[in-house]
């Protein structure tokens, strides 16, 4: 309806190629949308269809654009003459239509801001939160509920009373869920052996031979200490994908100074494992991109979650809770979160001593066999070699 209220037929062109866009996703929708042969801004010709319709194009621009802006009026921003005018930032058409990086070619750019006759823009839901917003607020207030209030009752604390519009504590894991699918994060490893392997190191005291997947695998349950996705008690299975990185995790989170030497256990998953991948994020999708502009907001959030969970948190023997949060949120992936009706095994994070791939497995030492065993109840990882004085 906006559209059409507010798009007029100015125009000086009937045809345009991508050769005039910045805009990444604007030239792929102009190379999908092509059915002319020739591009009116610069008068090339050929004998297959290479430039959209101008009309498509600007309705695709200013529909893209109306995702994220809104008018003036729309949004109910006050208007005071006497005081400058709307009383919130607003943006004229050609800027926005530059900072977007829709095109550089200026005859395009004045053929589009001609033909928007709509209201003075603002950012849309000017009066509230964004997506990312409040997923944003939402989260730092689920944190400090678990991390200082409550740690079991959380679905029953009080929304925010100066963010309303963040997401509720109740509701924030289902929002992260939520993010997640948008964003399209979530991965199958192969059990592949020249494309995934897994690197578990273990910090010993010298003259100490470690062996087998029991003893190089996931901690017993009565020596499982709190770690960054699983609290005391509860076994998990942490690797790396480099034995570097490994090696630097396992170190910086030794207490006992005798423990100077490091073995790595190198494992291969035996079957394929459902992995949140906050490592590899994709790309930012642009605003014009049909396909993935709505994960925009999901992205953005996912990307600060992800900085946040590789923060390195002190070890000194004593009992910390700044991973009280993630160790729910894992907790919640592992028995709530279904997407497509399949389990997650793990989450996939940057390391917090590097720029290295870390991975949570949500298995104890049931989850690894040996080498020469057979798996017979699902196991997860299979022990292939063993590097350190283990190995001698």
């Excluded at 798009?7 to 190379?31: M, R």
């Excluded at 600007?58 to 208007?79: K, M, Q, W």
């Excluded at 396992?250 to 494992?273: K, M, N, S, Y």
């Excluded at 390391?351 to 989850?367: I, K, R, V, Y």
Aim: proline share 6%; with cysteine; net charge negative.
């Amino acid at each position: 309806m906006e559209l059409d209220r507010d798009l007029s037929p100015f125009g000086s062109a009937d045809a345009v190629c991508n050769a005039h866009g910045d805009d990444e996703s604007l030239k792929d929708w102009i190379a999908q949308h092509a059915t002319e042969t020739t591009c009116d801004y610069c008068d090339r010709t050929g004998g297959e269809p290479f430039a959209a319709s101008f009309e498509d194009f600007r309705t695709h621009v200013f529909g893209s654009l109306l995702l994220e802006y809104n008018g003036a009026d729309d949004e109910g921003i006050p208007y005071d003459s006497g005081e400058g005018g709307y009383q919130a930032p607003i943006h004229d058409t050609l800027d926005i239509l530059i900072d977007e990086g829709v095109a550089h070619d200026q005859r395009l750019l004045e053929d589009l801001n001609g033909s928007w006759h709509g209201q003075p823009w603002v950012r849309r839901d000017a009066w509230g939160l964004s997506e990312h917003e409040a997923l944003g607020y939402g989260w730092e207030r689920f944190r400090n509920i678990v991390l200082h209030e409550r740690r079991y009752w959380f679905v029953l604390a009080a929304s925010d009373p100066y963010e309303p519009q963040s997401i509720a504590p109740d509701q924030m894991l289902p929002a992260v869920g939520a993010a997640i699918e948008s964003a399209d994060v979530v991965r199958r490893v192969s059990p592949d052996r020249t494309r995934t392997v897994l690197f578990r190191a273990h910090a010993h005291e010298p003259g100490e031979m470690l062996a087998g997947a029991a003893r190089l695998g996931a901690p017993p349950l009565d020596r499982a200490a709190s770690n960054r996705m699983s609290p005391a008690g509860i076994s998990m299975f942490y690797a790396a994908e480099d034995p570097d990185t490994a090696v630097a995790e396992v170190l910086a989170a030794e207490t006992d100074q005798t423990r100077t030497e490091v073995t790595i256990g190198v494992f291969e998953p035996l079957r394929d494992l459902v992995i949140v991948d906050l490592y590899d994020l994709p790309q930012m999708p642009g605003l014009f991109d049909e396909e993935r502009a709505h994960a925009r907001g999901a992205l953005r959030f996912l990307g600060d979650f992800a900085s946040q969970l590789a923060e390195a948190v002190r070890r000194d023997g004593l009992e910390h809770v700044e991973y009280v949060p993630t160790q729910v949120f894992s907790e919640w992936l592992r028995y709530e979160f279904r997407p497509s009706g399949e389990a997650i095994d793990g989450v996939r994070y940057r390391s917090s001593h590097g720029d290295g791939a870390c991975a949570a497995l949500f298995f104890g030492p049931p989850g690894a066999i040996d080498i020469d065993e057979e798996a017979l109840q699902g196991e997860a990882v299979r022990l292939i070699d063993v590097q350190g004085p283990a190995a001698a």
